[in-house]
């Protein structure tokens, strides 16, 4: 199966949704395609799993993302932990996934200098990056949430939006502002990107750092 899979994802650029599928498979899949080096994306809900070969724009929207993130901690000094797309999963609520990017700010005290997580015990990035530019089968958000990541920064393609978990409810309601960062609204990061095609990315970087400063 694990082969079939590979070359669907590597071949189609629609997503690909296996229904019915073991925790065990789902993890022996992890293993197999990243020793095969193969870059895909999997979110597995109870037995949902969906695999997502990664397109060149949704690469750039979430690096450029990711690096503005990264500036505008290191502006204001915040100690951030990046941990890119690594792969997030609780067996025993059967949720798991990759985000686009994620950083621990908050509680980046808690996981410093660690390697290896397990969310039994050990806390979620405390920020997602979610590039969502074509249609998911599979419900992300209530992943994320299963996971337990508080905050999520979604670009569409054409704005960002911050959804903040909330306690009560176990799911996720938009907001104005960041809580890994209450002085921003993700919103304005959208000029940025929409001169991603008229500049160089160190020189957008040179802005958003400039704009950081700004907004002190």
Do not use: H, K, L, P
């Given at each position: 199966m694990?082969?079939?899979?590979?070359?669907e994802v590597?071949?189609?650029v629609e997503p690909l949704v296996l229904?019915?599928?073991?925790w065990e498979t789902y993890e022996s899949l992890i293993n197999d395609l990243e020793d095969a080096g193969q870059h895909?994306?999997?979110?597995?809900d109870e037995g949902r799993m969906c695999l997502v070969s990664a397109l060149p724009k949704h690469e750039k929207w979430k690096s450029l993302i990711g690096r503005f993130v990264e500036a505008i901690a290191d502006e204001r000094d915040i100690p951030i932990s990046t941990f890119g797309s690594t792969t997030w999963k609780r067996r025993d609520r059967k949720k798991g996934l990759e985000p686009d990017e994620c950083f621990y700010v908050q509680r980046e005290l808690q996981v410093r200098g660690k390697l290896d997580f397990d969310l039994r015990r050990d806390p979620p990035p405390d920020l997602a990056i979610e590039v969502d530019i074509r249609r998911h089968p599979v419900d992300r958000f209530?992943?994320?949430a299963g996971l337990g990541i508080p905050e999520i920064?979604?670009?569409n393609g054409k704005t960002i939006e911050t959804f903040v978990l909330s306690e009560c409810t176990g799911k996720y309601h938009l907001a104005e502002t960041s809580?890994?960062?209450p002085f921003l609204k993700p919103a304005d990061l959208k000029q940025f990107l929409d001169r991603?095609?008229?500049t160089d990315q160190n020189s957008l970087m040179r802005e958003v750092r400039a704009w950081t400063r700004l907004t002190r």
């Open positions: 694990t082969t079939i899979v590979q070359s590597r071949d189609e229904e019915g599928v073991s895909v994306r999997m979110t597995y209530a992943v994320y920064w979604n670009f809580v890994a960062f991603y095609s008229s």
